[in-house]
């Protein structure tokens, strides 16, 4: 039997083009009323404003789709993006069980704040005692001795620097919720 080249080569490809595809659903599920997605992370998460994070959430209360049934637990992709005045999730797929529905949903804005790591009462005595150390030095070297006045003045300058110029950063809680609506 005389099998034309290229034939040969349409029947060989087809069985690896099968094993590409992905159990992706082909139509996009609109979604007609929020999500509720819970955080699924274990610790706090600090992101900056300035970064994307992929990251996955979960389906905080079963809920419909397009007239599907998404229970809760379902994995909702997508990533948390900056945005003005902090950061929001936009999630781009929910996957139920085996098969992946792609979305076009985002939530509220997540407002960024002041790192909590750098202000609370032990960074602040931190940089109360650094400024207080660079007073002292600083009114040794050009006075040739050290005040009180200088060690409580550089003490109240590091303190006052260093909670001003901590870095903006959104919090994300464990299990926090966050609504989803379309975009």
């Known amino acids: 039997m005389n099998i034309p080249p290229l034939a040969a080569l349409a029947v060989s490809l087809m069985p690896v083009i099968g094993l590409v595809q992905a159990p992706v659903a082909q139509a996009q599920l609109f979604v007609s ?3 509720q997605a819970v955080t699924p992370n274990r610790e706090t998460l600090y992101l900056a404003t300035n970064a994307t994070v992929e990251t996955s959430l979960q389906v905080g209360a079963a809920t419909h789709l397009n007239g599907r049934s998404i229970p809760a637990g379902a994995v909702v ?3 948390f993006e900056p945005a003005e ?3 929001r999730y ?3 797929a929910v ?3 085996n098969q992946v529905y792609a979305v076009n949903a985002v939530s ?3 407002r960024d704040i002041k790192d909590p790591r750098e202000t609370t009462t032990g960074s602040i005595v931190r940089d109360a005692g650094i400024g207080a150390a660079g007073g002292a030095a600083i009114d040794g070297i050009l006075r040739g001795r050290v005040s009180v006045g200088s060690i409580i003045g550089g ?3 590091g303190a006052i620097i260093g909670n001003t110029t901590a870095q ?3 919090v994300v809680e464990p299990n926090q919720t966050l609504t989803l609506t379309s975009q």
């Open 168 to 170: 903006r950063v959104v």
């Open 85 to 87: 005045g902090g950061v």
């Open 108 to 110: 509220e804005l997540l």
């Open 155 to 157: 003490a109240a300058a």
């Open 33 to 35: 009323r929020p999500i």
């Open 90 to 92: 936009v999630a781009t």
């Open 95 to 97: 996957e139920v069980g």
């Open 77 to 79: 992709r997508g990533r």
